[in-house]
């Protein structure tokens, strides 16, 4: 299993970014996939879980209302825009096949700051 996340950046507080991840190495149209986040000297957070076919989502509170997270299955791809992005969001942001991060790619790193 390979994940290439991109589409990470230096955005001001309110600004807006759209992270993309290619996968590859299994049946990417059966798998629930997921965003998770680590920031400097902190664990890994779960962001957001998306159903195999993409009809379905689930959050973490703190980024509810904000984030956006699809999928195309015919490009093996998933997204994750991200809107009214806040200091407290700077992390690196990996998809993943779980919500714990056990398998992930090398990462985008989101810096929010003015």
């Known amino acids: 299993i390979q994940f290439v996340e991109s589409g990470g950046g230096l955005v001001q507080p309110g600004g807006s970014l759209k992270l993309s991840c290619a996968a590859s190495?299994?049946?990417?149209?059966?798998?629930?996939l997921s965003w998770v986040r680590q920031a400097p000297g902190k664990d890994i957070e779960w962001v957001s879980t998306i159903s195999a076919r993409g009809d379905a989502t689930a959050y973490a509170d703190s980024v509810k209302g904000r984030f956006t997270f699809s999928r195309d299955n015919t490009r093996n791809t998933l997204y994750l825009q991200m809107n009214n992005l806040q200091a407290e969001d700077t992390a690196m942001y990996y998809c993943s096949t779980s919500r714990t991060g056990t398998t992930r790619g090398q990462g985008t790193q989101v810096t929010v700051s003015s």
């Open positions: 190495g299994f049946t990417f149209g059966t798998y629930i």
